[in-house]
């Protein structure tokens, strides 16, 4: 197991709208990250494009289920699911839908690292 750092909190940005980038990227590393105890904490934050592939594709929506059940934090922006009209959808899947300007930036002021795909 990695050596534990004073916060060991991580923050995945997905933004990307590209399936494969989603698959071989985002949730193996974000899946691996919290069964294998790399980090304290896991947020997963769905800005941007990635929202509307979530909504649109099942598949992607099995992984993001497996990541909520595995006890990573979801959340998607608001703003950019309001722009693809898919806040509703995400919001049933069980994801907190909300403005993510201030979360991310409190992440980030506590010492959160931060990976972007």
Same mark, same amino acid.
């Given at each position: 197991?990695?050596?534990?750092?004073?916060?060991?909190?991580?923050?995945?940005?997905?933004?990307?709208?590209?399936?494969?980038?989603?698959?071989?990227?985002?949730?193996?590393?974000?899946?691996?990250?919290?069964?294998? @105890?790399? =980090?304290?904490?896991?947020?997963?934050?769905? =800005?941007?494009?990635?929202?509307?592939?979530?909504?649109?594709?099942?598949?992607?929506?099995?992984?993001?289920? @497996?990541?909520?059940?595995?006890?990573?934090?979801?959340?998607?922006?608001?703003?950019?699911?309001?722009?693809?009209?898919?806040?509703?959808?995400?919001?049933?899947?069980?994801?907190?839908?909300?403005?993510?300007?201030?979360?991310?930036?409190?992440?980030?002021?506590?010492?959160?690292?931060?990976?972007?795909?």
């Amino acid at each position: 197991m990695a050596t534990k750092l004073d916060n060991n909190e991580l923050a995945v940005i997905w933004c990307s709208s590209d399936r494969d980038v989603a698959e071989t990227t985002v949730f193996m590393y974000t899946l691996n990250a919290k069964y294998k @105890e790399w =980090w304290d904490a896991v947020h997963l934050v769905i =800005w941007g494009p990635s929202a509307k592939l979530l909504a649109d594709d099942e598949g992607v929506q099995e992984k993001v289920k @497996e990541m909520i059940t595995a006890g990573v934090s979801v959340s998607a922006c608001r703003e950019n699911a309001d722009i693809y009209g898919v806040s509703d959808k995400l919001i049933g899947m069980g994801i907190d839908v909300r403005y993510m300007g201030e979360p991310v930036t409190r992440m980030l002021q506590r010492g959160a690292k931060l990976i972007t795909f």
